[in-house]
C-alpha cells in the first residue's frame, strides 16, 4: 500500500532552526529520513508536493501580494542543482526565478556585499531562488581570508568583528524584506565528507559526469572542518523566525527534495492565498466579451 505524503509540518519541524543559539552542526545526521525508506515511492509523494506547490504558486502569482525567496547553500556535491530542479519542476516559468551566485564580477566587488543580490531580488507574485547568496560573504570568504582583500573595504573598517557585523548586516537585510513582503527561507544541505566522496568519484569514474567535475572542488573539500565551524556560526547568528534556516539531511537526495517541498508548500499555504475577486464591473465585462465571441456562432 503507498503511503500519503507525512504531514508537512511534522515532517520538516526536526529541520527547522529559528533559534541558532545553542545550535550545533553535528547534532544533525545527513542521513536522515526520519523513519522513511521510500525511495522507490518518492517520485510518486514528490508529484503530490508539486501539484499542491503549483496550485499555490498560480495564486501567489494571480494575488501579487507577496514574494518568496528560497536561498540554498551548501557544499560542492550537496545538491543544490538537483533539489531546485526537481522541487520547482511542476512551476510556471513566467511565476519563478533562479539566480546562481559564483565568484564577483568586477562591477560587483566595487559596491557592498549585499549589492548584487538585492539587484535579483524576486518582485511581488514570484518565486526567487538564489543558489548560493550573500551567505558566501560569511563562508568562503571567511574560509580563504585572501579573499576578503579582494573587496577593497578600508582596511580600518576590517576588524576582528567583521563577522559579527556581517551577520548583523545579514539580520537587518531580512528583516526589512520581510517587512515589506518578501518571505524568506534558507536551506543548509546538509551532505557528509563520505557521501561528498562518493558523488565526487561518481563524477569521475561516469563520463556522462565528468563535465561536473572541477579540481577546485578537491581543493575545497581540504577545508572541509573550516566551512563546517563557518555555517555552524552563520546559522548561529541569523537563523530568527522571520528568516529560518532549514539543516536538510542531503545523503538521501528523495528525501531531501520531499522535506524542501514540505517546507516551501506549507509556507505558501500559511499565506491564505486565493485568486483575486472579481467585482460587478469586471463580470459586466466579462458577460460583453463572451456574447461578442458567441456572435460567430458556439466553438466548433
Known amino acids: 500500500?503507498?503511503?500519503?505524503?507525512?504531514?508537512?509540518?511534522?515532517?520538516?519541524?526536526?529541520?527547522?532552526?529559528?533559534?541558532?543559539?545553542?545550535?550545533?552542526?553535528?547534532?544533525?545526521?545527513?542521513?536522515?529520513?526520519?523513519?522513511?525508506?521510500?525511495?522507490?515511492?518518492?517520485?510518486?509523494?514528490?508529484?503530490?508536493?508539486?501539484?499542491?506547490?503549483?496550485?499555490?504558486?498560480?495564486?501567489?502569482?494571480?494575488?501579487?501580494?507577496?514574494?518568496?525567496?528560497?536561498?540554498?547553500?551548501?557544499?560542492?556535491?550537496?545538491?543544490?542543482?538537483?533539489?531546485?530542479?526537481?522541487?520547482?519542476?511542476?512551476?510556471?516559468?513566467?511565476?519563478?526565478?533562479?539566480?546562481?551566485?559564483?565568484?564577483?564580477?568586477?562591477?560587483?566587488?566595487?559596491?557592498?556585499?549585499?549589492?548584487?543580490?538585492?539587484?535579483?531580488?524576486?518582485?511581488?507574485?514570484?518565486?526567487?531562488?538564489?543558489?548560493r547568496s550573500y551567505y558566501e560573504e560569511t563562508l568562503v570568504v571567511r574560509v580563504h581570508a585572501p579573499t576578503l582583500r579582494k573587496e577593497r573595504i578600508p582596511p580600518s573598517l576590517v576588524t576582528k568583528r567583521i563577522w559579527r557585523e556581517r551577520f548583523e548586516d545579514i539580520n537587518a537585510f531580512e528583516r526589512h524584506l520581510q517587512r515589506d513582503g518578501t518571505v524568506i527561507l534558507k536551506f543548509f544541505l546538509h551532505v557528509s565528507k563520505d557521501e561528498q566522496q562518493r558523488r565526487f568519484l561518481a563524477r569521475i569514474d561516469d563520463p556522462a559526469k565528468n563535465w561536473k567535475f572541477s579540481e577546485d572542488d578537491v581543493r575545497e573539500r581540504e577545508h572541509w572542518d573550516e566551512y563546517m565551524r563557518a555555517y555552524q556560526d552563520t546559522i548561529r547568528h541569523t537563523a530568527h523566525p522571520l528568516a529560518p534556516w532549514y539543516v536538510i539531511p542531503a545523503d538521501h537526495k528523495w528525501f531531501a527534495w520531499i522535506v524542501v517541498s514540505s517546507v516551501v508548500i506549507e509556507t505558501l499555504e500559511a499565506l491564505n492565498l486565493s485568486f483575486p475577486k472579481v467585482d460587478a464591473q469586471k463580470k459586466e465585462e466579462l458577460a460583453a466579451a463572451r456574447k461578442h465571441l458567441l456572435e460567430d456562432g458556439p466553438p466548433a
Open 1 to 131: 500500500m503507498s503511503r500519503k505524503l507525512p504531514k508537512p509540518s511534522k515532517l520538516i519541524e526536526p529541520y527547522r532552526i529559528e533559534h541558532g543559539k545553542g545550535f550545533r552542526l553535528k547534532d544533525h545526521d545527513p542521513a536522515d529520513t526520519r523513519g522513511l525508506h521510500l525511495k522507490d515511492e518518492a517520485d510518486r509523494l514528490l508529484q503530490e508536493a508539486l501539484r499542491r506547490l503549483t496550485d499555490a504558486q498560480e495564486k501567489l502569482y494571480a494575488q501579487d501580494r507577496w514574494a518568496l525567496l528560497l536561498i540554498f547553500q551548501g557544499m560542492d556535491s550537496a545538491g543544490k542543482d538537483s533539489a531546485i530542479r526537481h522541487v520547482m519542476s511542476g512551476v510556471n516559468p513566467e511565476g519563478c526565478q533562479v539566480s546562481a551566485f559564483k565568484e564577483p564580477s568586477t562591477e560587483e566587488l566595487s559596491h557592498d556585499f549585499l549589492w548584487r543580490a538585492s539587484q535579483r531580488l524576486p518582485p511581488r507574485g514570484r518565486i526567487g531562488i538564489f543558489n
